[in-house]
């Protein structure tokens, strides 16, 4: 199973950013995905996830910035993010949880890992 992040990049503050995460090996259409973040010197953050039915939840400091969806005919969920600010710079990981019907939206809930992709915004 492999979860392979990509969409990273430099851009300017209130710039936006399309991420996007493949799942290979096996289908996680009943299985909630998340999006993690870790800036440099900080723990590994919950930023937003989605459930297997579509229904997302959001880290209070990227509410109404960034979008979480999922396409499950290609494996695939995103993260739109827009009015980018430098506090964003981080590396962002692409989550799948530990279980089926699980959303993960604290460490211990999440099974698999993308390999990460950094954001860095500058002001």
């Known amino acids: 199973v492999q979860l392979q992040a990509s969409g990273g990049g430099l851009v300017q503050a209130g710039g936006s950013l399309r991420l996007s995460c493949v799942a290979s090996?096996?289908?996680?259409?009943?299985?909630?995905m998340a999006w993690f973040r870790q800036a440099p010197g900080k723990e590994r953050e919950f930023v937003v996830a989605i459930s297997w039915t579509g229904n997302s939840y959001y880290a209070d400091s990227v509410k109404g910035r960034f979008a979480i969806s999922r396409d499950d005919a290609k494996n695939t969920f995103y993260l739109q993010m827009n009015s980018l600010k430098p506090e964003d710079t981080a590396i962002y990981y692409c989550?799948?949880?530990?279980?089926?019907?699980?959303?993960?939206?604290?460490?211990?809930?999440?099974?698999?890992w993308g390999q990460g992709t950094l954001v860095t915004v500058s002001s």
């Open positions: 989550a799948a949880a530990n279980s089926a019907r699980l959303v993960p939206t604290i460490v211990p809930h999440v099974g698999y």
């Open positions: 090996g096996r289908t996680f259409s009943d299985t909630g």
